[in-house]
């Protein structure tokens, strides 16, 4: 196994690598070794902060790194929430993007060569070798600005959604294939490498012995998973139009202040609050605004993985999530009543309403 199998597990040599090293994975669950562990913090970060990359990256040697994508595979299937598989599989091409590009563009001395990709490697990985060819002499490390990629290519990978600047009515055309700049080539791999990743996810883990053991093995960390997306679904946001952190939840004020201060927030803590945030209508990129400078930017990055252009996304942790995971503080009459913090938002902005309009009306 290379530390480039482990750095582009998608990689069909890696995937070799897999499977010559006869390593079952069913034996490493039920030993829980180190590669579960990955695993699991794979998929979380995936769905939580739109990266793979590990938290702690020198806690893993190659082999743990490297096993761990095929675990996350089985986990994230056997989550079974609505764009886990989506999420997952475009925070492994995000990831796997900004080391291409720190590959491709890096000295000798940057990164070992044996976990290094060069752009050759990554096209002859999607069969673009010979689709792909270079616009005009390079000048530079970087290489050339500007390629040709056969129209064919081109389509498969590019995106509607991207704009009308990737639309071929704009771009100049010559023989067939069409002219991109280098980052724009970069792009394309990119989403070649979602789509690898997505192929054949969610699969079926279920239906065997082997299988149903597998599941049962995984079952802790994968309901901690759904818990921590909030019971596998979405919500509907709550629009409002002002934020009013006087009607908050005592748990979610009480992560706005300790964010406003500058204090460290757990995983769990950073996620409820963003998704809190993004529930009740606030764009991903005013909620820095909210939280304070000591976190404004990891909590805007965590909100914008959140957000759903669809008009939902996922909810921050039920009540019963927050209690296990200790966030659930400083309890009031309103708490007796409802089981999730929008709910209790969302009841709280109705009374203030409710109670303005009869003042109103009493006057």
């Known amino acids: 196994m290379r530390p480039l199998h482990a750095r582009y597990p998608f990689f069909a040599t890696a995937r070799d690598a897999v499977e010559s090293a006869d390593v079952a994975i069913a034996t490493l669950v039920a030993e829980d070794a180190p590669a579960v562990e990955r695993g699991v913090e794979r998929v979380e970060r995936a769905l939580m902060e739109g990266t793979v990359e590990a938290e702690s990256p020198y806690s893993w040697d190659t082999k743990s790194e490297l096993l761990s994508y095929p675990i996350a595979r089985i986990i994230v299937s056997l989550v079974e929430t609505p764009a886990a598989v989506d999420k997952y599989a475009r925070a492994e091409a995000d990831t796997a993007y900004e080391r291409m590009v720190a590959d491709f563009e890096s000295s000798d001395d940057d990164i070992n060569s044996d976990a ?21 002499r390079g000048n530079s490390r970087r290489g050339p600005a500007h390629y040709w990629v056969d129209v064919g290519a081109y389509l498969t990978y590019c995106d509607p959604d991207w704009g009308d600047d990737w639309r071929l009515v704009n771009r100049a055309l010559a023989d067939g294939a069409v002219r991109v700049a280098r980052e724009e080539l970069y792009e394309l791999l990119r989403e070649a490498t979602r789509r690898r990743v997505a192929e054949g996810l969610p ?33 509907n946001v709550v629009y409002t139009d002002t934020v009013e952190p006087d009607l908050f939840p005592p748990c979610i004020s009480a992560l706005l202040t300790q964010a406003q201060d500058g204090d460290d927030l757990s995983n769990e803590a950073a ?90 009306d009493a006057d």
Do not use: K
């Open 116 to 136: 290094r990709a060069s752009l050759d490697d990554v096209l002859r990985e999607f069969d673009l070798t010979g689709a792909v060819r270079p616009a005009e």
């Open 203 to 235: 699969f079926t883990v279920r239906g065997s012995d082997a299988g149903d053991q597998l599941a049962s093995a995984l079952q802790p960390h994968v309901e901690r998973l759904r818990n921590l997306l909030s019971d596998r679904g979405a919500i």
């Open 271 to 360: 996620f409820t609050l963003a998704a809190f945030l993004v529930g009740i209508g606030l764009e991903p990129e005013a909620v820095g605004s909210v939280v304070g400078d000591a976190h404004a930017e990891a909590l805007e990055a965590r909100a914008t993985v959140l957000a759903d252009s669809s008009g939902s996304q996922y909810a921050p942790p039920t009540c019963e999530t927050m209690q296990a995971y200790d966030l659930c503080v400083n309890r009031d009459d309103r708490c007796d009543t409802i089981s999730h913090p929008m709910t209790y938002y969302e009841t709280a902005t109705q009374d203030a309403a409710a109670t303005d309009a009869a003042t109103s």
